[in-house]
């Protein structure tokens, strides 16, 4: 890896961001308040050219307890951490905090300097030495180098630059493809440039030009100018420090905490299911919904512990839990966190995400945690199985890659085989493609074919159920396009018809019950004695003993073709209507042209339904209006 990451941990004055500026000539404390005060109260940043060639990007986290949840939004992409004790103190409060820290985050690479050697003589700093031997045993950092250094005279500083390049070497990334995710640390602005955000690449790259989401939230901005370590490039790769200079985006419009990454990548979540361990040297039990402080990537979140098994966690213990976060987050699986109390802060605990978008799940059931242990461990199509079969949707294979947290690669790998094994299904349309799990969809078709077999049974004489009704009611989770997706993969295989704006089960047509069907033949007689003056539609329907129903009946009868409506109000049997044409082209054969007044009498009727009838046959390009006459219009012509 030619880009790695370096953080800083330790207790406050122990000499962190004095050893960085001796490694790289960088002053690390870059705020007023930090050269009064003489503590780093930022994160800082500084580069290193290691002996091998690799490039190090340093981070300086403060010690103080009142800035941990600073250091916090700096170890989240940390390759290799050096734990720095003052040679004159030792191991202090904030040196074990900071070491359950990086047990919690799960750094496994790192060294021990001891700083300020020229502080103390010999005989101490031995006994410094196996008090910090006794401190690291079984720890992540008990097989760490452990070096002593002076940043004032430059004693034991090659030797240790040495030491990180040795072990810069051996460091890899076990995750490093996919889009690009840049959890954002600070963010500021430059005169003649606009906002920059900064932060560590955690994977994939980031181009000038490209697009980037603003997470949790839903802007995007292009990328006009990227920095990394302190040069301008083209692209930023995997394990970078990265500035990138977002064009149009303002200071307020992103924060420390929210994460830049590709357009629908990733899913923003007020649920999290996660594998947590408590530290064994808590004071007391975890609770059951306690409030705590999450940090995942750089954010910290206000948020409660469900605990899906039990009523508390032990401390030492560890469960599979969901957080319940008072505002969304945008993680990846594998992403680790750290939690603190709510009040007092400490940190208690930490662990790994093992859903970044969960939904709530019933407590104390036992199925809910065997998904979640399988969701742990599993393989990457175990993985996806499971996600596409608990969640009853569709995913284009960019949201079932940020909902498992795959790759592309190992998405599109996993959706081979489980398309094969007839585990996953596909539905395309216009050249895109969504999937969801076998059993959902046939339990989609059972739900649509219930449906519409209550429906007809209730409406029979409607031509089927409204489109967005069903989707609104029996579908919510999928939009207007996936949702007509779905349909045409049903009518494709003959299960369902659909209509512009309906659907019905295949080969449905409405039928009248035996009740209904007098009702009609009914209205049928009373449009049919009076043809040219028929009956208002409120009336006939009063006439036919309609009640509360009316519209059903209309629809049906015009859907049928048995009455067409003339006007707003007016409706002639298609009979009548197609005898009162007959009579127009009689009379338009024999003289060429006809008057309202001939029409009326022709058809012995008044002109209140003369004017509306003729209108119609207007539109309808049967005759055609020149002044006060009509002659023969282009349908009739060329019939």
Known sequence: ?????????????????????????????????????????????????????????????????????????????????????????????????????????????????????????????????????DFLAGTLLENAPILAVSAVTGEGMDYLRETISQLAAGTTRIKYTGPPRLPVDRVFSVTGFGTVATGTLLSGQIHTGDILQIYPGDAVYRVRNIQVHGHKVDTAEPGQRVAVNLSGAEADDLNRGDTLASPGSLQPSFRVDVKLKLLPDVPKPLKHRARVRVYLGTA????????????????????????????????????????????????????????????????????????????????????????????????????????VGLTGEETASALRELLDDNRAAAIQAEGEKVYLATRVLAEWEKKIIRALTEYHAKYPLREGYPKEEMRSRLFPAINNKQFQMLLNHFAKNKILAVQPQTVSLQGFRPQP???????????????????????????????????????????????????????????????????????????????????????????????????????????????????????????????
């Open 300 to 403: 910290e979140i206000l948020g409660r512990v469900i605990l899906l098994d039990r009523e508390e966690l032990q401390p030492g213990g560890d469960a599979y839990v969901q957080l319940q976060l008072e505002t969304k987050v945008a993680a990846a699986r594998g992403d680790h966190f750290v939690i603190r109390s709510y009040s007092p802060m400490r940190t208690i605990g930490g662990g790994t995400v093992i859903n970044p978008a969960a939904g709530k799940h019933r407590r104390n059931r036992q199925e809910v945690i065997q998904a979640l242990a399988t969701a742990e461990k599993g393989t990457p199509d175990e993985l996806l199985e499971q996600y596409l079969a608990t969640n009853s949707r569709v995913f284009t294979p960019v949201e079932l890659a940020a909902g």
């Open 1 to 133: 890896m030619n880009h790695i990451i370096i953080g800083t941990a330790g207790h406050v004055d122990h000499g962190k961001t004095v050893l960085i500026r001796a490694l790289t000539g960088t002053d690390t404390d870059r705020l007023k308040e930090e050269k009064e005060r003489g503590i780093s109260i930022e994160l800082g940043f500084a580069y290193l050219q290691l002996p091998n060639g690799q490039t190090a990007g340093i981070i300086d986290v403060p010690g103080h307890e009142r800035f941990i949840k600073n250091m916090l939004a700096g170890v989240g992409g940390i390759d290799i951490v050096l734990l720095v004790i003052a040679a004159d103190e030792g191991v202090m409060p904030q040196t074990r905090e900071h070491l359950d820290i990086i047990q919690l985050l799960q750094i496994e690479k790192g060294l021990v300097v001891i700083t300020k050697k020229d502080l103390v003589d010999q005989e101490w700093l031995e006994l410094v030495y196996e008090e910090v031997k």
């Open 513 to 639: 019950t035996p009740t209904q069907g007098k009702k009609i033949n009914r209205l049928e007689e009373m449009y049919l004695a009076s043809p040219f003056q028929p009956p208002g539609w409120p009336e006939a329907a009063k006439e036919a003993g309609l009640a509360g129903d009316e519209s059903e009946y209309l629809s049906y009868l015009l859907n049928r073709g048995i009455l067409v409506k003339i006007a707003e109000g007016l409706y002639f049997h298609s009979r009548a209507l197609q005898s009162a044409i007959d009579l127009v082209k009689g009379h338009l054969t024999q003289k060429g042209e006809l008057s309202l007044g001939e029409v009326r009498d022709l058809l012995q009727t008044s002109r209140k339904y003369t004017l509306p009838l003729l209108e119609y046959l207007d539109r309808e390009k049967i005759t055609r209006r020149v002044g006060d006459i009509r002659v023969a219009g282009r349908a009739l012509s060329s019939g």
